[in-house]
């Protein structure tokens, strides 16, 4: 195997392609490599880092069929490509390699071929699916302002929790109300947070959240509702401040 000629704008993605003796079909396959700290060991010289969420077998998978392949030249035809791609939880860098060129630096594939890890099967045996079996994503940020006030003249402010709950319980409905019985989307609300104090009423909230779906217009009716609910429940609760929505992360 040799490394694709250029290096990426993203400095841990790398190709590579191994071509034994008719150049096609050619054979596409991605693994993502990206890296996060993780908590030192008492041990270690030096701070560890990992993926730490599954997705290192990804890696593993896409090496060890590179290997074996590499090993057995001689028993197959065509070219395989394997690219190494960070970035892959902040979905940037597939783009990045892209925006690098790499089209130009490995051979167009006539397959391309995707992986991810999953529970729900059986290890050892092949799991076969009609339609989509993995979903696109969108992620997105929300802001709504409150005004402060102590907890004991709640009537003085604006309180963004209850204003944030109410955005939560409603983004919930979008799934159960907006979208047909026979389209596949689904809603979290992963993150929320609001003040510091059991007895003061903040003055600011922040959630993040993900919609999925397995189609793209599915998937831009509920992104496009939170701009509506947001702005619905903002009035309802007389947060007059400029509140902010806006997407953080797409995943085809």
């Known amino acids: 195997m040799r490394p694709a000629q250029g290096r990426s704008q993203v400095p841990s993605s790398a190709g590579s392609h191994t071509r034994p003796r008719e150049p096609r079909p050619e054979d596409f396959s991605r693994g993502d490599l990206p890296a996060h700290l993780t908590a030192a060991l008492e041990d270690c010289a030096e701070q560890a880092t990992m993926h730490a969420c599954g997705h290192d077998t990804h890696v593993t998978a896409a090496l060890g069929a590179a290997t074996v392949l590499a090993e057995h030249r001689g028993d197959w035809t065509g070219t395989c490509i394997a690219l190494f791609q960070r970035g892959e939880e902040i979905a940037a860098g597939a783009r990045s390699m892209v925006e690098d060129g790499l089209v130009d630096k490995v051979p167009t594939p006539d397959v391309c071929l995707g992986q991810h890890v999953l529970a729900g099967p059986v290890a050892g045996k092949v799991a076969v699916t009609a339609g989509p079996a993995m979903s696109a ?35 919930q409905t979008l799934v159960a109300r907006e979208i047909a019985p026979g389209d596949f989307g689904a809603v979290t609300v992963g993150s929320l947070h609001a003040g510091s104090s059991a007895n003061v009423i903040p003055d600011r909230a922040t959630m993040e959240l993900n919609f999925r779906a397995y189609d793209d217009l599915v998937l831009d009716h509920p992104v496009a509702c939170v701009q509506r609910i947001v702005h619905a429940e903002c009035e309802a609760a007389h947060s007059r401040r400029t509140r902010r929505s806006s997407c953080t992360t797409t995943s085809p």
Do not use: K, Q
């Open 137 to 171: 994503a969108v992620s997105m940020s929300i802001v709504v302002h409150g005004a402060c006030s102590h907890g004991s003249m709640p009537h003085l402010g604006v309180d963004p929790v209850v204003l944030a709950a109410a955005i939560v319980t409603r983004i």
